[in-house]
């Protein structure tokens, strides 16, 4: 009886718009940026791009730029679904202060929005946002027409 009430509250959310809105914006933001990843799409470097330069400039092992690559595809995906939405959130929080800690603290609060700093170096302002949106979705779930609204049909 623990685990389904575990699992339930994990998953637990009501009809609110809020939700919705968020996971969405966050998934719709994310879904870009993750093909460029996985697919090379939108001028993207592809999976072995993406690897080459996780391990070797961002000097991150194999097995954490795997798990990294597959929290960002996953839990994207599971955002836009509204599927396990508060651990899609978290995993996404925790990814989010990786890439401050290990690469885009030392760029500076900005974007490169006037292409001062190198290609391919930007601030972490972009990413407080994301951390912000997922603390959010966290407390809110995923609301209206999600995987999980449907599940606990409530």
């Given at each position: 009886?623990?685990?389904?009430?575990?699992?339930?509250?994990?998953?637990?959310?009501?009809?609110?718009?809020?939700?919705?809105?968020?996971?969405?914006?966050?998934?719709?933001?994310?879904?870009?940026?993750?093909?460029?990843?996985?697919?090379?799409?939108?001028n993207g470097?592809?999976?072995?791009?993406?690897?080459?330069?996780?391990?070797?400039?961002?000097?991150?092992?194999?097995f954490t730029?795997?798990?990294?690559?597959?929290?960002?595809?996953?839990?994207?995906?599971?955002?836009?679904?509204?599927?396990?939405?508060?651990?899609?959130?978290?995993?996404?929080?925790?990814?989010?202060?990786?890439?401050?800690?290990?690469?885009?603290?030392?760029?500076?609060?900005?974007?490169?929005?006037?292409?001062?700093?190198?290609?391919?170096?930007?601030?972490?302002?972009?990413?407080?946002?994301?951390?912000?949106?997922?603390?959010?979705?966290?407390?809110?779930g995923g609301?209206?027409?999600?995987?999980?609204?449907?599940?606990?049909?409530?």
């Amino acid at each position: 009886m623990m685990y389904k009430d575990l699992i339930n509250s994990i998953i637990a959310t009501d009809d609110s718009l809020i939700g919705f809105i968020l996971r969405i914006t966050l998934g719709i933001v994310l879904f870009p940026h993750t093909t460029q990843k996985m697919f090379g799409w939108f001028n993207g470097p592809g999976l072995a791009g993406e690897m080459s330069f996780m391990t070797t400039q961002a000097g991150l092992s194999v097995f954490t730029a795997i798990v990294a690559i597959t929290i960002e595809c996953l839990g994207t995906f599971m955002l836009l679904t509204g599927t396990a939405t508060r651990i899609a959130s978290a995993g996404i929080f925790g990814l989010f202060v990786g890439m401050i800690a290990t690469w885009h603290y030392r760029n500076g609060f900005f974007m490169n929005w006037f292409g001062k700093l190198p290609s391919g170096k930007e601030g972490f302002e972009y990413h407080l946002l994301v951390l912000g949106m997922c603390i959010a979705i966290f407390i809110a779930g995923g609301g209206r027409y999600s995987i999980d609204k449907w599940i606990t049909g409530r």
